[in-house]
Protein backbone atom coordinates (compact mmCIF):
# COMPACT_ATOMS: atom_id res chain seq x y z
CA UNK A 1 0.00 0.00 0.00
CA UNK A 2 2.91 2.51 0.87
CA UNK A 3 5.46 4.03 -1.25
CA UNK A 4 6.63 2.03 -3.50
CA UNK A 5 3.47 -0.03 -3.98
CA UNK A 6 2.57 1.39 -7.06
CA UNK A 7 5.79 1.06 -8.64
CA UNK A 8 6.19 -2.20 -7.25
CA UNK A 9 3.11 -3.87 -8.41
CA UNK A 10 3.24 -2.16 -11.49
CA UNK A 11 7.18 -3.99 -12.00
CA UNK A 12 5.95 -7.29 -11.58
CA UNK A 13 3.05 -6.89 -13.56
CA UNK A 14 5.32 -6.43 -16.12
CA UNK A 15 7.67 -8.81 -15.31
CA UNK A 16 5.21 -11.25 -15.16
CA UNK A 17 3.69 -10.97 -18.14
CA UNK A 18 6.49 -10.13 -20.97
CA UNK A 19 6.01 -12.82 -22.56
CA UNK A 20 2.45 -11.65 -23.65
CA UNK A 21 2.45 -9.60 -26.92
CA UNK A 22 0.61 -6.24 -26.03
CA UNK A 23 -1.80 -6.91 -29.01
CA UNK A 24 -2.61 -9.99 -27.20
CA UNK A 25 -5.83 -8.30 -24.78
CA UNK A 26 -7.03 -6.41 -27.78
CA UNK A 27 -7.07 -9.52 -30.25
CA UNK A 28 -9.11 -11.54 -27.51
CA UNK A 29 -11.26 -9.40 -25.52
CA UNK A 30 -13.60 -6.56 -26.11
CA UNK A 31 -13.28 -3.42 -23.91
CA UNK A 32 -16.20 -1.62 -22.36
CA UNK A 33 -15.72 1.65 -20.34
CA UNK A 34 -18.69 1.94 -18.32
CA UNK A 35 -20.14 3.39 -15.08
CA UNK A 36 -22.04 1.56 -12.08
CA UNK A 37 -24.61 3.60 -10.33
CA UNK A 38 -24.30 2.34 -6.41
CA UNK A 39 -27.25 2.37 -3.99
CA UNK A 40 -26.72 5.64 -3.01
CA UNK A 41 -26.44 6.95 -6.53
CA UNK A 42 -23.09 7.02 -6.61
CA UNK A 43 -21.46 6.21 -10.46
CA UNK A 44 -17.99 4.14 -10.26
CA UNK A 45 -16.24 4.31 -13.15
CA UNK A 46 -15.91 0.43 -14.60
CA UNK A 47 -13.54 -1.32 -17.51
CA UNK A 48 -14.40 -4.55 -18.57
CA UNK A 49 -12.39 -6.99 -20.86
CA UNK A 50 -15.26 -9.52 -22.62
CA UNK A 51 -13.44 -12.47 -24.24
CA UNK A 52 -14.43 -12.30 -28.18
CA UNK A 53 -15.13 -15.78 -27.90
CA UNK A 54 -18.68 -15.58 -27.77
CA UNK A 55 -19.00 -19.76 -27.85
CA UNK A 56 -19.03 -20.14 -23.87
CA UNK A 57 -19.98 -18.48 -21.07
CA UNK A 58 -17.36 -16.88 -18.80
CA UNK A 59 -17.08 -15.89 -14.67
CA UNK A 60 -16.34 -12.23 -13.69
CA UNK A 61 -12.63 -11.99 -12.25
CA UNK A 62 -12.86 -8.08 -10.32
CA UNK A 63 -10.60 -6.13 -9.33
CA UNK A 64 -11.06 -2.84 -7.22
CA UNK A 65 -8.52 -0.67 -6.75
CA UNK A 66 -7.67 2.82 -5.28
CA UNK A 67 -4.59 3.04 -8.38
CA UNK A 68 -6.63 3.70 -11.45
CA UNK A 69 -8.54 1.39 -13.51
CA UNK A 70 -7.08 2.90 -16.53
CA UNK A 71 -6.17 3.10 -19.39
CA UNK A 72 -9.41 4.59 -19.97
CA UNK A 73 -11.41 5.18 -23.10
CA UNK A 74 -12.54 2.02 -24.95
CA UNK A 75 -10.46 2.42 -27.77
CA UNK A 76 -7.30 2.37 -25.27
CA UNK A 77 -5.71 -1.38 -24.22
CA UNK A 78 -3.86 -2.26 -21.55
CA UNK A 79 -0.90 -4.82 -22.59
CA UNK A 80 -2.25 -7.26 -19.78
CA UNK A 81 -5.24 -7.90 -17.71
CA UNK A 82 -5.79 -10.36 -14.68
CA UNK A 83 -3.56 -11.21 -12.24
CA UNK A 84 -1.51 -14.21 -13.94
CA UNK A 85 -0.81 -14.95 -17.63
CA UNK A 86 -2.71 -18.28 -17.37
CA UNK A 87 -5.91 -16.85 -16.10
CA UNK A 88 -5.22 -14.27 -19.01
CA UNK A 89 -4.97 -16.86 -21.89
CA UNK A 90 -8.00 -18.94 -19.58
CA UNK A 91 -10.92 -16.62 -20.37
CA UNK A 92 -12.68 -14.94 -17.95
CA UNK A 93 -14.73 -11.37 -17.81
CA UNK A 94 -11.87 -9.23 -15.80
CA UNK A 95 -13.40 -6.44 -14.10
CA UNK A 96 -11.39 -3.26 -13.18
CA UNK A 97 -13.31 -0.83 -10.79
CA UNK A 98 -12.09 2.34 -9.21
CA UNK A 99 -13.11 2.48 -5.93
CA UNK A 100 -15.45 5.46 -4.61
CA UNK A 101 -13.65 8.83 -4.20
CA UNK A 102 -10.68 7.63 -6.50
CA UNK A 103 -9.63 8.68 -9.73
CA UNK A 104 -12.74 8.22 -12.44
CA UNK A 105 -15.51 7.37 -9.68
CA UNK A 106 -17.54 10.02 -7.79
CA UNK A 107 -18.20 10.17 -4.24
CA UNK A 108 -15.32 10.32 -0.95
CA UNK A 109 -12.54 7.73 -0.21
CA UNK A 110 -11.97 7.10 2.72
CA UNK A 111 -9.19 4.76 4.02
CA UNK A 112 -9.70 1.54 4.85
CA UNK A 113 -13.75 2.05 4.83
CA UNK A 114 -14.97 1.19 8.02
CA UNK A 115 -17.43 -1.73 7.62
CA UNK A 116 -21.22 -0.90 8.27
CA UNK A 117 -23.26 -3.82 9.98
CA UNK A 118 -27.07 -3.91 9.90
CA UNK A 119 -27.18 -1.64 7.45
CA UNK A 120 -30.54 0.64 7.17
CA UNK A 121 -30.78 2.70 4.09
CA UNK A 122 -29.24 3.20 1.62
CA UNK A 123 -27.08 6.04 2.23
CA UNK A 124 -25.35 3.03 4.60
CA UNK A 125 -22.37 2.21 1.85
CA UNK A 126 -19.48 0.57 2.42
CA UNK A 127 -17.20 -1.57 0.48
CA UNK A 128 -18.86 -4.62 0.96
CA UNK A 129 -22.03 -2.81 -0.66
CA UNK A 130 -20.13 -1.76 -3.42
CA UNK A 131 -19.05 -4.98 -4.32
CA UNK A 132 -22.61 -6.45 -3.94
CA UNK A 133 -24.01 -3.72 -6.30
CA UNK A 134 -21.04 -3.78 -8.45
CA UNK A 135 -21.88 -7.82 -8.97
CA UNK A 136 -25.65 -7.59 -9.39
CA UNK A 137 -25.10 -4.98 -12.01
CA UNK A 138 -22.58 -7.28 -14.08
CA UNK A 139 -25.00 -10.13 -14.09
CA UNK A 140 -28.01 -8.33 -15.16
CA UNK A 141 -25.83 -6.15 -18.26
CA UNK A 142 -23.18 -8.10 -19.24
CA UNK A 143 -23.84 -10.87 -22.01
CA UNK A 144 -22.33 -14.30 -21.68
CA UNK A 145 -21.73 -14.56 -17.89
CA UNK A 146 -21.78 -17.89 -16.32
CA UNK A 147 -23.47 -16.12 -13.12
CA UNK A 148 -20.54 -16.54 -10.79
CA UNK A 149 -17.87 -14.11 -9.82
CA UNK A 150 -14.43 -13.71 -8.20
CA UNK A 151 -12.51 -11.18 -6.73
CA UNK A 152 -8.17 -10.99 -6.28
CA UNK A 153 -6.29 -7.88 -5.20
CA UNK A 154 -3.11 -7.09 -3.57
CA UNK A 155 -2.62 -4.48 -0.72
CA UNK A 156 -5.49 -2.09 -0.54
CA UNK A 157 -7.37 -4.16 -3.57
CA UNK A 158 -6.65 -6.99 -1.03
CA UNK A 159 -8.24 -5.29 1.99
CA UNK A 160 -11.11 -4.86 -1.02
CA UNK A 161 -10.99 -8.28 -1.43
CA UNK A 162 -11.76 -8.96 2.25
CA UNK A 163 -14.24 -6.38 2.60
CA UNK A 164 -16.05 -8.12 0.03
CA UNK A 165 -16.51 -11.36 2.28
CA UNK A 166 -19.30 -9.65 4.64
CA UNK A 167 -22.83 -9.87 3.22
CA UNK A 168 -21.19 -11.50 0.01
CA UNK A 169 -23.56 -11.46 -2.88
CA UNK A 170 -24.84 -14.64 -3.60
CA UNK A 171 -22.87 -15.15 -6.73
CA UNK A 172 -19.54 -14.67 -5.39
CA UNK A 173 -17.52 -17.69 -5.38
CA UNK A 174 -13.93 -17.11 -5.00
CA UNK A 175 -12.04 -14.72 -3.07
CA UNK A 176 -8.05 -14.23 -2.79
CA UNK A 177 -7.17 -11.52 -0.81
CA UNK A 178 -3.01 -10.74 -1.21
CA UNK A 179 -1.18 -9.29 1.17
CA UNK A 180 -4.52 -7.70 2.50
CA UNK A 181 -4.22 -4.15 4.56
CA UNK A 182 -5.62 -5.47 7.60
CA UNK A 183 -5.33 -3.58 10.83
CA UNK A 184 -3.00 -0.24 10.52
CA UNK A 185 -2.60 0.61 14.27
CA UNK A 186 -1.27 -2.98 14.96
CA UNK A 187 0.06 -4.40 12.32
CA UNK A 188 0.14 -3.02 8.49
CA UNK A 189 1.17 -0.11 7.33
CA UNK A 190 0.57 3.11 9.52
CA UNK A 191 1.45 1.54 12.74
CA UNK A 192 3.43 -2.10 14.19
CA UNK A 193 2.17 -2.11 17.96
CA UNK A 194 1.30 1.38 18.08
CA UNK A 195 4.64 2.81 16.80
CA UNK A 196 4.44 4.89 13.35
CA UNK A 197 6.28 3.44 10.38
CA UNK A 198 7.30 7.17 9.39
CA UNK A 199 9.84 6.08 6.28
CA UNK A 200 6.72 4.77 4.35
CA UNK A 201 4.32 6.73 5.26
CA UNK A 202 5.57 10.10 4.70
CA UNK A 203 6.01 9.56 0.96
CA UNK A 204 2.75 7.91 0.52
CA UNK A 205 0.58 9.84 1.85
CA UNK A 206 2.08 12.93 -0.08
CA UNK A 207 1.08 11.43 -3.75
CA UNK A 208 -2.00 9.43 -2.54
CA UNK A 209 -3.91 12.25 -0.35
CA UNK A 210 -4.45 14.87 -3.13
CA UNK A 211 -6.72 17.09 -3.37
CA UNK A 212 -9.49 16.30 -6.33
CA UNK A 213 -12.85 18.28 -7.58
CA UNK A 214 -13.95 15.35 -8.96
CA UNK A 215 -13.65 12.27 -10.82
CA UNK A 216 -10.24 12.39 -12.73
CA UNK A 217 -7.92 10.82 -15.28
CA UNK A 218 -4.86 11.80 -13.34
CA UNK A 219 -3.98 13.45 -10.03
CA UNK A 220 -2.21 17.14 -9.56
CA UNK A 221 1.51 17.08 -8.34
CA UNK A 222 1.83 15.83 -5.08
CA UNK A 223 1.26 17.99 -1.63
CA UNK A 224 5.17 18.92 -1.81
CA UNK A 225 8.46 18.30 -3.36
CA UNK A 226 11.06 16.41 -1.85
CA UNK A 227 14.29 14.69 -3.14
CA UNK A 228 15.39 12.81 -0.40
CA UNK A 229 19.08 10.73 -1.26
CA UNK A 230 19.85 10.17 2.14
CA UNK A 231 16.55 9.07 4.43
CA UNK A 232 18.45 8.60 7.49
CA UNK A 233 19.91 11.96 6.94
CA UNK A 234 17.16 13.38 5.89
CA UNK A 235 13.96 12.29 8.72
CA UNK A 236 17.12 13.00 11.70
CA UNK A 237 17.43 16.94 10.21
CA UNK A 238 13.46 17.31 10.41
CA UNK A 239 13.60 16.31 14.09
CA UNK A 240 10.21 15.43 14.99
CA UNK A 241 7.05 14.29 13.71
CA UNK A 242 5.33 17.82 14.69
CA UNK A 243 7.48 19.23 12.18
CA UNK A 244 5.98 17.39 9.37
CA UNK A 245 3.42 19.75 8.73
CA UNK A 246 5.54 22.30 8.38
CA UNK A 247 5.12 24.39 5.10
CA UNK A 248 7.59 23.19 3.22
CA UNK A 249 5.70 19.46 3.57
CA UNK A 250 2.33 18.74 4.55
CA UNK A 251 1.58 22.08 6.19
CA UNK A 252 -1.80 20.61 7.87
CA UNK A 253 -2.98 19.85 3.89
CA UNK A 254 -3.32 15.97 4.24
CA UNK A 255 -6.60 14.79 5.90
CA UNK A 256 -5.35 11.63 6.24
CA UNK A 257 -1.61 12.81 7.73
CA UNK A 258 -3.41 14.94 10.02
CA UNK A 259 -5.60 11.83 11.29
CA UNK A 260 -2.64 9.56 11.57
CA UNK A 261 -1.15 12.33 13.94
CA UNK A 262 -4.86 12.66 15.85
CA UNK A 263 -4.91 9.14 16.31
CA UNK A 264 -1.98 8.09 18.19
CA UNK A 265 -3.56 5.40 20.39
CA UNK A 266 -5.87 2.51 19.32
CA UNK A 267 -9.31 4.57 19.55
CA UNK A 268 -12.72 4.53 17.28
CA UNK A 269 -11.03 5.44 14.19
CA UNK A 270 -8.39 2.48 14.03
CA UNK A 271 -11.10 0.32 15.32
CA UNK A 272 -13.67 0.91 12.82
CA UNK A 273 -11.05 0.39 10.10
CA UNK A 274 -10.00 -3.48 11.45
CA UNK A 275 -12.18 -5.57 9.30
CA UNK A 276 -11.14 -8.80 11.44
CA UNK A 277 -14.37 -8.63 13.38
CA UNK A 278 -16.65 -9.20 10.84
CA UNK A 279 -15.51 -11.89 8.62
CA UNK A 280 -17.98 -13.90 10.43
CA UNK A 281 -19.59 -17.47 9.36
CA UNK A 282 -17.43 -16.80 5.58
CA UNK A 283 -18.38 -20.17 3.62
CA UNK A 284 -16.75 -18.50 0.04
CA UNK A 285 -14.10 -19.86 -1.03
CA UNK A 286 -10.79 -17.53 -0.01
CA UNK A 287 -7.89 -18.07 -0.94
CA UNK A 288 -5.29 -15.68 1.41
CA UNK A 289 -2.30 -14.83 0.24
CA UNK A 290 1.13 -13.30 1.71
CA UNK A 291 5.02 -12.77 1.77
CA UNK A 292 7.45 -13.52 4.21
CA UNK A 293 9.44 -10.53 3.43
CA UNK A 294 6.18 -8.50 2.32
CA UNK A 295 7.32 -4.80 4.60
CA UNK A 296 3.81 -3.45 4.25
CA UNK A 297 0.72 -6.05 4.56
CA UNK A 298 2.69 -9.61 5.52
CA UNK A 299 0.53 -9.13 9.27
CA UNK A 300 -2.79 -8.41 7.54
CA UNK A 301 -2.27 -11.75 5.47
CA UNK A 302 -1.74 -13.75 8.81
CA UNK A 303 -4.19 -12.72 10.42
CA UNK A 304 -7.15 -12.18 7.77
CA UNK A 305 -6.47 -16.43 7.79
CA UNK A 306 -6.07 -16.29 11.49
CA UNK A 307 -9.81 -14.14 11.90
CA UNK A 308 -11.80 -16.49 9.04
CA UNK A 309 -10.61 -19.41 10.78
CA UNK A 310 -11.76 -18.55 14.16
CA UNK A 311 -14.99 -16.76 13.18
CA UNK A 312 -16.41 -18.79 10.58
CA UNK A 313 -16.79 -22.74 11.34
CA UNK A 314 -18.05 -23.99 8.29
CA UNK A 315 -15.20 -21.97 6.19
CA UNK A 316 -13.16 -23.26 3.21
CA UNK A 317 -9.95 -20.87 4.14
CA UNK A 318 -6.70 -21.35 2.59
CA UNK A 319 -3.73 -19.63 3.73
CA UNK A 320 -0.28 -19.45 0.75
CA UNK A 321 2.80 -17.69 2.40
CA UNK A 322 5.75 -17.82 -0.12
CA UNK A 323 9.21 -16.16 0.24
CA UNK A 324 8.22 -13.08 -1.51
CA UNK A 325 8.12 -9.06 -1.18
CA UNK A 326 4.82 -7.47 -1.75
CA UNK A 327 3.07 -8.66 -4.80
CA UNK A 328 6.14 -10.61 -6.01
CA UNK A 329 3.82 -13.96 -6.31
CA UNK A 330 2.88 -12.18 -9.99
CA UNK A 331 6.58 -11.77 -10.94
CA UNK A 332 7.92 -13.34 -13.87
CA UNK A 333 10.22 -15.56 -11.68
CA UNK A 334 11.18 -14.79 -8.05
CA UNK A 335 13.65 -17.80 -7.58
CA UNK A 336 16.08 -15.23 -5.67
CA UNK A 337 15.84 -11.93 -3.14
CA UNK A 338 18.67 -10.44 -1.56
CA UNK A 339 21.28 -13.54 -0.83
CA UNK A 340 19.12 -15.64 -0.76
CA UNK A 341 18.75 -18.51 -3.83
CA UNK A 342 15.42 -20.64 -3.43
CA UNK A 343 16.22 -23.10 -5.58
CA UNK A 344 12.63 -22.89 -8.26
CA UNK A 345 10.78 -20.25 -9.22
CA UNK A 346 8.37 -19.85 -6.45
CA UNK A 347 6.28 -17.27 -8.32
CA UNK A 348 5.40 -19.47 -11.25
CA UNK A 349 4.69 -22.63 -8.82
CA UNK A 350 2.23 -20.08 -7.13
CA UNK A 351 0.13 -18.58 -9.83
CA UNK A 352 0.02 -21.78 -12.05
CA UNK A 353 -0.57 -24.33 -9.19
CA UNK A 354 -2.32 -22.20 -6.71
CA UNK A 355 -3.93 -19.00 -7.88
CA UNK A 356 -5.01 -20.13 -11.75
CA UNK A 357 -6.24 -23.88 -10.50
CA UNK A 358 -8.19 -21.98 -7.48
CA UNK A 359 -10.25 -19.59 -9.47
CA UNK A 360 -10.69 -22.08 -12.63
CA UNK A 361 -11.88 -24.72 -10.15
CA UNK A 362 -14.49 -22.18 -8.16
CA UNK A 363 -15.37 -20.16 -11.10
CA UNK A 364 -15.36 -22.69 -14.21
CA UNK A 365 -15.97 -26.08 -12.41
CA UNK A 366 -12.89 -26.97 -14.07
CA UNK A 367 -9.93 -29.03 -13.14
CA UNK A 368 -9.27 -30.24 -9.63
CA UNK A 369 -8.12 -27.80 -6.48
CA UNK A 370 -7.03 -30.49 -3.69
CA UNK A 371 -4.23 -28.68 -2.04
CA UNK A 372 -3.91 -28.22 1.64
CA UNK A 373 -5.66 -25.93 3.74
CA UNK A 374 -1.79 -24.31 4.19
CA UNK A 375 0.70 -23.84 1.60
CA UNK A 376 3.90 -22.08 2.89
CA UNK A 377 7.41 -22.17 1.28
CA UNK A 378 9.90 -22.63 4.48
CA UNK A 379 12.97 -20.53 4.03
CA UNK A 380 16.49 -21.87 5.29
CA UNK A 381 15.51 -25.37 3.85
CA UNK A 382 13.94 -24.15 0.68
CA UNK A 383 10.71 -26.46 0.82
CA UNK A 384 6.96 -25.97 0.09
CA UNK A 385 5.39 -27.75 2.86
CA UNK A 386 1.91 -28.21 3.69
CA UNK A 387 -0.28 -28.17 6.80
CA UNK A 388 -4.12 -28.89 7.53
CA UNK A 389 -3.77 -25.65 9.64
CA UNK A 390 -1.73 -22.88 10.76
CA UNK A 391 -0.16 -23.07 13.05
CA UNK A 392 0.51 -26.64 12.62
CA UNK A 393 -0.79 -28.71 15.65
CA UNK A 394 2.47 -29.99 16.22
CA UNK A 395 4.42 -26.79 17.22
CA UNK A 396 5.30 -26.57 20.48
CA UNK A 397 6.81 -22.82 22.20
CA UNK A 398 9.65 -23.28 23.34
CA UNK A 399 11.21 -20.67 25.22
CA UNK A 400 14.93 -19.33 24.49
CA UNK A 401 16.58 -17.65 27.30
CA UNK A 402 18.97 -14.28 27.61
CA UNK A 403 21.93 -15.28 29.35
CA UNK A 404 25.28 -13.55 30.61
CA UNK A 405 28.32 -13.37 28.05
CA UNK A 406 25.58 -13.23 24.85
CA UNK A 407 23.87 -16.65 25.67
CA UNK A 408 20.98 -17.62 24.08
CA UNK A 409 19.42 -20.89 25.46
CA UNK A 410 16.64 -23.11 26.37
CA UNK A 411 17.89 -23.21 30.01
CA UNK A 412 16.24 -20.65 32.42
CA UNK A 413 18.89 -19.01 34.02
CA UNK A 414 19.80 -19.22 37.59
CA UNK A 415 22.23 -15.91 38.52
CA UNK A 416 20.34 -13.19 40.56
CA UNK A 417 19.68 -9.06 39.19
CA UNK A 418 21.92 -10.39 35.49
CA UNK A 419 20.99 -7.52 32.68
CA UNK A 420 22.75 -5.91 29.84
CA UNK A 421 22.59 -2.05 30.13
CA UNK A 422 22.43 0.26 26.93
CA UNK A 423 22.18 3.70 26.48
CA UNK A 424 19.13 4.51 23.80
CA UNK A 425 19.93 8.31 22.66
CA UNK A 426 17.26 9.53 20.14
CA UNK A 427 19.74 12.05 18.63
CA UNK A 428 22.16 8.79 17.60
CA UNK A 429 18.99 6.18 16.49
CA UNK A 430 19.73 2.55 15.34
CA UNK A 431 19.34 2.31 11.45
CA UNK A 432 17.08 -0.26 9.87
CA UNK A 433 19.42 -0.63 7.29
CA UNK A 434 23.06 -0.24 6.10
CA UNK A 435 23.86 1.86 3.71
CA UNK A 436 22.76 5.45 2.09
CA UNK A 437 19.19 5.11 0.37
CA UNK A 438 16.54 7.86 -0.48
CA UNK A 439 13.76 5.36 0.43
CA UNK A 440 13.02 2.43 1.84
CA UNK A 441 15.58 -0.93 1.36
CA UNK A 442 13.37 -3.29 0.18
CA UNK A 443 16.10 -5.67 1.13
CA UNK A 444 16.07 -5.29 5.10
CA UNK A 445 13.92 -8.00 5.62
CA UNK A 446 16.74 -10.67 5.30
CA UNK A 447 19.70 -8.16 5.47
CA UNK A 448 22.75 -8.70 7.74
CA UNK A 449 22.75 -7.34 10.50
CA UNK A 450 26.00 -7.09 11.70
CA UNK A 451 26.42 -3.44 10.29
CA UNK A 452 24.57 -2.63 14.23
CA UNK A 453 25.53 -5.58 15.85
CA UNK A 454 29.25 -3.86 17.79
CA UNK A 455 26.74 -0.94 18.63
CA UNK A 456 27.03 -0.08 22.21
CA UNK A 457 23.07 0.53 22.19
CA UNK A 458 22.56 -2.84 20.53
CA UNK A 459 22.26 -5.98 22.82
CA UNK A 460 22.59 -9.35 21.57
CA UNK A 461 22.35 -12.92 22.51
CA UNK A 462 23.06 -16.55 20.68
CA UNK A 463 23.11 -20.11 20.60
CA UNK A 464 26.54 -22.20 20.26
CA UNK A 465 26.12 -24.16 16.38
CA UNK A 466 23.63 -26.07 16.10
CA UNK A 467 24.11 -29.78 16.54
CA UNK A 468 20.73 -30.47 14.05
CA UNK A 469 18.20 -28.56 12.38
CA UNK A 470 15.77 -26.74 13.88
CA UNK A 471 12.55 -25.55 12.03
CA UNK A 472 9.63 -22.98 13.30
CA UNK A 473 6.31 -22.82 12.21
CA UNK A 474 4.34 -20.19 13.21
CA UNK A 475 4.25 -17.31 15.41
CA UNK A 476 7.27 -16.25 17.43
CA UNK A 477 6.72 -14.20 20.83
CA UNK A 478 9.14 -11.58 22.37
CA UNK A 479 8.72 -11.31 26.69
CA UNK A 480 11.47 -8.92 27.61
CA UNK A 481 11.82 -7.53 31.28
CA UNK A 482 12.77 -4.20 31.17
CA UNK A 483 13.87 -1.24 32.95
CA UNK A 484 14.31 2.29 31.63
CA UNK A 485 15.25 5.87 33.17
CA UNK A 486 12.56 7.27 31.63
CA UNK A 487 8.80 6.55 31.03
CA UNK A 488 8.79 5.48 27.43
CA UNK A 489 10.58 3.50 25.27
CA UNK A 490 10.44 1.33 22.29
CA UNK A 491 11.77 -2.28 22.10
CA UNK A 492 12.92 -4.11 18.35
CA UNK A 493 13.45 -7.55 18.81
CA UNK A 494 14.98 -9.34 15.52
CA UNK A 495 15.64 -12.91 15.27
CA UNK A 496 18.43 -14.02 13.19
CA UNK A 497 19.83 -16.78 11.25
CA UNK A 498 24.04 -16.32 11.83
CA UNK A 499 25.88 -18.30 8.58
CA UNK A 500 28.88 -21.09 9.68
CA UNK A 501 32.22 -19.06 9.15
CA UNK A 502 32.81 -21.40 6.41
CA UNK A 503 30.06 -19.99 4.30
CA UNK A 504 31.17 -19.49 0.94
CA UNK A 505 30.36 -15.98 -0.81
CA UNK A 506 28.62 -14.97 -3.63
CA UNK A 507 29.04 -12.64 -6.46
CA UNK A 508 25.99 -10.31 -7.65
CA UNK A 509 26.41 -7.66 -10.60
CA UNK A 510 27.68 -5.43 -7.77
CA UNK A 511 30.22 -7.14 -5.95
CA UNK A 512 31.22 -9.91 -4.22
CA UNK A 513 29.55 -10.66 -1.11
CA UNK A 514 31.03 -11.74 1.89
CA UNK A 515 28.70 -14.40 3.70
CA UNK A 516 31.05 -16.57 6.48
CA UNK A 517 29.01 -15.06 9.64
CA UNK A 518 26.35 -13.92 7.95
CA UNK A 519 23.68 -12.34 10.36
CA UNK A 520 20.62 -12.87 8.31
CA UNK A 521 17.51 -11.57 9.85
CA UNK A 522 13.99 -13.80 9.60
CA UNK A 523 11.86 -11.75 11.50
CA UNK A 524 11.71 -8.48 13.30
CA UNK A 525 9.20 -6.16 15.09
CA UNK A 526 8.90 -3.40 17.18
CA UNK A 527 6.70 -2.30 20.42
CA UNK A 528 5.97 1.16 21.18
CA UNK A 529 6.37 0.17 25.36
CA UNK A 530 3.71 2.74 26.47
CA UNK A 531 1.36 0.22 24.57
CA UNK A 532 2.44 -2.24 26.24
CA UNK A 533 -0.60 -3.71 28.46
CA UNK A 534 -3.22 -2.27 26.32
CA UNK A 535 -3.03 -0.20 22.66
CA UNK A 536 -6.64 1.73 23.96
CA UNK A 537 -4.74 3.23 27.27
CA UNK A 538 -0.82 3.96 27.33
CA UNK A 539 0.66 3.80 30.38
CA UNK A 540 4.17 5.10 31.25
CA UNK A 541 6.88 2.92 32.65
CA UNK A 542 8.00 4.20 36.37
CA UNK A 543 11.53 5.09 36.39
CA UNK A 544 14.19 2.24 37.36
CA UNK A 545 11.63 -0.42 37.91
CA UNK A 546 11.46 -4.07 36.10
CA UNK A 547 8.56 -4.29 34.07
CA UNK A 548 7.72 -6.78 31.74
CA UNK A 549 7.21 -6.42 27.68
CA UNK A 550 5.69 -9.41 25.84
CA UNK A 551 4.68 -8.96 22.20
CA UNK A 552 4.18 -10.88 19.04
CA UNK A 553 6.62 -10.87 16.19
CA UNK A 554 4.61 -12.57 12.79
CA UNK A 555 4.71 -16.20 12.11
CA UNK A 556 7.65 -17.59 10.20
CA UNK A 557 8.37 -21.10 8.29
CA UNK A 558 12.37 -21.27 8.47
CA UNK A 559 14.89 -23.70 9.47
CA UNK A 560 17.97 -23.00 10.96
CA UNK A 561 20.80 -25.36 9.41
CA UNK A 562 22.99 -27.64 11.60
CA UNK A 563 26.22 -25.53 12.11
CA UNK A 564 24.08 -22.42 11.82
CA UNK A 565 23.53 -20.17 14.86
CA UNK A 566 19.86 -18.45 16.09
CA UNK A 567 20.54 -14.85 17.39
CA UNK A 568 18.46 -12.47 18.88
CA UNK A 569 19.15 -8.29 18.45
CA UNK A 570 17.35 -5.91 21.13
CA UNK A 571 17.20 -2.65 20.43
CA UNK A 572 15.08 0.72 21.21
CA UNK A 573 15.19 2.41 17.61
CA UNK A 574 14.71 1.30 14.27
CA UNK A 575 15.58 4.91 11.93
CA UNK A 576 13.60 6.07 9.70
CA UNK A 577 11.78 2.91 9.13
CA UNK A 578 10.02 3.60 12.68
CA UNK A 579 9.71 7.43 13.78
CA UNK A 580 11.72 8.34 17.07
CA UNK A 581 10.31 7.66 20.42
CA UNK A 582 11.34 10.66 22.53
CA UNK A 583 11.76 8.26 25.74
CA UNK A 584 9.01 10.48 27.33
CA UNK A 585 5.64 9.39 28.00
CA UNK A 586 3.08 12.22 26.27
CA UNK A 587 1.83 12.35 22.58
CA UNK A 588 4.71 12.16 20.24
CA UNK A 589 3.16 13.55 17.56
CA UNK A 590 2.48 16.33 20.01
CA UNK A 591 6.73 16.21 20.62
CA UNK A 592 9.46 18.86 20.60
CA UNK A 593 12.82 18.79 20.30
CA UNK A 594 13.42 19.56 23.64
CA UNK A 595 10.61 16.59 24.74
CA UNK A 596 14.09 13.92 23.49
CA UNK A 597 15.92 12.71 25.85
CA UNK A 598 18.40 9.63 26.48
CA UNK A 599 17.03 6.57 28.30
CA UNK A 600 19.49 3.97 30.23
CA UNK A 601 18.04 0.73 29.43
CA UNK A 602 18.59 -2.75 30.77
CA UNK A 603 17.38 -6.24 29.50
CA UNK A 604 17.04 -8.37 32.36
CA UNK A 605 18.27 -12.03 32.55
CA UNK A 606 18.00 -13.90 35.46
CA UNK A 607 15.84 -15.99 37.56
CA UNK A 608 13.18 -14.03 38.46
CA UNK A 609 13.00 -11.90 35.13
CA UNK A 610 13.95 -14.63 32.41
CA UNK A 611 13.82 -12.81 29.05
CA UNK A 612 13.50 -14.59 26.34
CA UNK A 613 12.31 -15.22 22.62
CA UNK A 614 9.62 -17.84 22.38
CA UNK A 615 9.95 -19.89 19.08
CA UNK A 616 7.62 -22.43 17.51
CA UNK A 617 9.13 -25.62 17.16
CA UNK A 618 7.53 -28.97 15.95
CA UNK A 619 7.30 -31.44 18.57
Known sequence: MRPILTCLLLLTAIAGKAQIEVSYVKEHYDKIDTTITMRDGIKLYTIIFVPKDASQNYPFLL???PYSAGPYGA???????????????????FVVQ???GRYMSQGINLEVTPYIANKKTS????ESSDTYDTIDWLLKNIKNNNGRAGIVGISYPGFYATASLPDAHPALKAVSPQAPVTDEFIGDDANHNGAFFLLDNFSFINFFDIERKGPVTDYAKPLFTSSTKDAYDFYLKMATIKNTNDTAWYNKKSILWN??????????????????????????????????????????ALHTYEAIEKQSEKNNNRLVMGPWT???????????FATQDFGSNTSKFFQDSLETTFFNFYLKDKGIFNVAEVTVFETGSNKWKSYAEWPPKNSTSINYYFGDEQ??????????NSFKEYISDPANPVPYTNGIFGRRNNEYMAEDQRFVANRPDVVLFKTPALKEDITLTGRIIADLFVSTTTTDADFVVKLIDVLPENEPNISNAVKNIQMAGYQRLVRAEV??????????????????TITEVKFDLNDVAHTFKKGHKIMVQVQSSWFPLVDRNPQKFMRIPEATEKDFQKASIRIYHDTFHPSAIILPIPK
Open 63 to 65: ERT
Open 259 to 300: QYLQHDTYDAYWKARNIRPHLKNVSIPTMVVGGWFDAEDLFG
Open 407 to 416: QLSTKKPTNL
Open 98 to 100: DVR
Open 326 to 336: HGAWESEDWSK
Open 75 to 93: ANYPSSIGPNNSLMQEGYI
Open 123 to 126: KDVD
Open 527 to 544: MRGKFRNSYEVPEPFTPE
